[in-house]
């Protein structure tokens, strides 16, 4: 390997680091910042106009909020390859987390105040990530490491629509884009883009945002 080498694959892992470390710091604030509504801290009211806000918005949100605080640590290489009885138990409580979070949002999505169109966006993604998890426990039980990790990516991919979602939010009003219309467009564009970015690099085999080797 020649020094050319070495440094183009140094600067590409203190990038993905970089990454990975933005990521789980948004990841850890929208998930403490979601567990309020259990403290009744801050306003949130207006979120169970939804149909079925109770009790299945704090289902969503106990699941979803805990998934995204811990998902980033599934990819801390150094934990997989020296703790992996640690690993294994991040990563049991991360798949529970998700399905919770997932069946709480189906239902949740089905109310939604935004209509027919939010309510497929957040159906889709509430069942494509229950479908993500259960192939990722599937594929590590039957020890098929590298499928496990890919269907792990692309949940995580999915867990981290709450940060997206997020960051969308606050564009709709300088781009006068009506809330309303917005909501629903983001419906989709809190994770299919995610998703996206996740398969492309699974199926090119390129240094990953989300993992540390």
């Known amino acids: 390997m020649t020094l050319s080498s070495l440094s183009t694959s140094s600067m590409n892992a203190r ?13 850890a604030g929208i ?20 149909a079925y806000g109770w009790p299945f918005l704090y289902v969503h ?38 399905l ?13 105040t935004a209509g027919p169109v939010a309510t497929a966006g957040f159906g889709l993604l509430a069942v494509c990530w229950i479908a993500a998890n259960v192939q990722g426990w599937r594929m590590a039980r039957a020890r098929r490491f590298g499928e496990h990790r890919a269907w792990m990516i692309r949940s995580f991919a999915m867990t981290f629509a709450a940060v997206t979602l997020r960051l969308y939010m606050p564009l709709l009003a300088p ?39």
């Not at 403490?32 to 509504?37: D, G, L, P, T, V």
């Not at 259990?38 to 207006?46: M, N, T, V």
């Open 15 to 27: 990038a993905s680091q970089g990454l990975w470390a933005v990521a789980a710091l948004l990841s």
């Open 31 to 50: 998930a403490i910042y979601a567990y309020r509504y259990f403290l009744a801290i801050g306003p949130h009211a207006q979120l169970l106009g939804n």
């Open 61 to 98: 949100i106990i699941g979803a909020a805990t998934a995204l605080l811990i998902g980033p640590l599934n990819f801390i290489g150094a934990v997989r390859r020296r703790q992996p009885q640690v690993h294994r138990w991040i990563g049991r409580t991360y798949i529970v987390g998700c």
């Open 100 to 112: 919770v979070g997932a069946a709480g949002g189906l239902v949740v999505a089905f109310g939604s």
């Open 175 to 213: 781009l006068h884009i009506p809330i309303l219309n917005g909501y629903r467009a983001i419906s989709f564009l809190c994770w299919v883009p995610n998703l996206a970015v996740a398969e492309v690099y699974i199926r090119c085999s390129l240094p990953g945002v989300l993992v540390l080797r």
